[in-house]
Structures are given as C-alpha cells and as structure tokens.
C-alpha cells in the first residue's frame, strides 16, 4: 500500500535555499514507492512546482487564509492556491497554534475553505509534553477533532488528511514510539467515525528520519508521514520516499 509523505521545509529556507533543494529532488528522488508531497512556503510555491513538474510530487501549501476573499490583508486564499495547483494544505501545525494563536474557531473556517475551494486539507493535531505525561492524550485529541470538525458535513468524495504530531516529538529528535503512534492512530480514526461519518489517513509526525521512517510505516493505521527536518536532506528524504 502507497504511503503519503509530506515534506514540511516550514520557514527553514530562503527563496534560494528552496530552489536548490527543489532541484536537488527534482535530481534524486525518481519513481517512488510512496506518494509524496512538498510543501515549501507561499512564495516558493510556483517556483517548486516549476522544477519538479516532471515528477510525481504534489505540492502543499504550509497555511491558507480562513476567509474566502476580501480585506485580509497579507492573507492567502484557498482559491488561488487550487488555481497555482496546490493540492493538499496543512492547516493547524502545532508552530502556527503556538507562534500564531490559531484556535479551534480559526482552523474549522480554514478547513471549510480548502474543502470548498477542492483542497485537501491535513489537519494537524498533538498533545504537548505535559498532556503526554498526565496520560491526557486521548481527552486532548478528542477535543481538538470534535471542536475543529463537529457538525461539519464532509462529502465522501471530498478528502481530509488528518497529521498527528505530539508536540513533543517535533523538531525534538524524540519520536513517539510506532506502536503508541499506531495506538493513537486507531483512536484518532475512532473518533472519526463517529465525528464526520469518514476514516481519514492519518499521518503520523515528529522526529521521524530515515531510520525509523519504516517503523512507523509498517504498522496498518500509519497511513503516512509528516517530515520536517529531514525533508530538508535529499539523501534522507529520498530514502524515505522509498521505505
Ligand atoms: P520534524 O517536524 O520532522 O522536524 O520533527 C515535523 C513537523 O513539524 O511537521
């Protein structure tokens, strides 16, 4: 079964920097077992795509706006990213609830314009360190599916991608073990079910490199990965894309 792997490069490189990483996949990472997917930042968008037109990559956006058009100034709209050929958007990364303030009420508007503009949205969601270590996972999890997407009439021809990222984990060079992951995983999908009437993928994010990328993808209910680090190392993504 094809996996989804998605390559957040978030704000870590300039325009520059992205070119010549987006030219280093474009060189590297032939046929792949997997489905993978960049996501450079807003500006790099056209120029990435550009470059790696004549592979299999698709391309995300990092962030949308949660308004459909109007006076948002500085704001990026779902409709003109589905018309650059953006495909997926992360919508809700633990960097974007932290740094920028996004809540729950912010991230349901977003996800309704990326559905209604024909993009996938990758909700993310995690619990922090100290969640972790209360055991509070679950009851975190629940509140963040159920206060993002409660009532939210999702058709079944229209996909959502869910990220689960402990906080924790990211950047932290600490993943989650696979099987907990794994674990949270099948709840995550339970609540799903219920929730929206749909079992989304569910990726999985947070320290993951080329070691233990095929740890987590061997269990059933890891539908894929979120990468940032080491998506910005070729040599580590492309062993990735072909776990
Ligand atoms: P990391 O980041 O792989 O560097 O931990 C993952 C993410 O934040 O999406």
């Not at 490189?13 to 077992?33: F, V």
């Not at 450079?40 to 962030?63: G, H, I, R, W, Y």
């Amino acid at each position: 079964m094809k996996k989804i792997l998605i390559a957040n490069w978030k704000m870590q490189l300039d325009y520059s920097g992205s070119l010549a990483l987006a030219k280093k996949y474009q060189q590297k990472i032939k046929k792949t077992k997997n489905e993978l997917i960049v996501a450079p930042d807003f500006a790099s968008l056209e120029m990435v795509k550009n470059v790696l037109k004549k592979t299999t990559c698709k391309l995300a956006a990092q962030n949308v706006a949660a308004w459909e058009h109007g006076a948002y100034t500085g704001e990026v709209s779902a409709k003109t990213l589905k018309q650059m050929g953006v495909k997926y958007v992360l919508i809700g990364h633990s960097e974007r609830r932290q740094y920028l303030k996004e809540d729950s009420k912010t991230l349901r508007l977003k996800i309704e314009q990326a559905l209604s503009a024909g993009l996938i949205p990758v909700l993310c969601i995690g619990e922090n360190l100290a969640a972790y270590r209360a055991k509070k996972t679950h009851s975190v999890l629940r509140k963040q599916l159920e206060e993002v997407l409660f009532g939210m009439m999702i058709d079944n021809n229209k996909a959502i991608l869910i990220a689960y990222e402990p906080v924790w984990a990211i950047g932290s060079g600490k993943a989650m073990s696979p099987e907990e992951a794994e674990a949270n995983h099948v709840f995550i999908k339970g609540v799903l079910a219920s929730l929206i009437g749909q079992i989304p993928k569910v990726l999985y994010g947070g320290s993951v490199n080329s070691k233990n990328a095929a740890l987590f993808l061997e269990w059933p209910n890891v539908d894929g990965l979120l990468i940032g680090g080491a998506s910005l190392k070729v040599d580590e993504f492309s062993q990735i894309a072909n776990v």
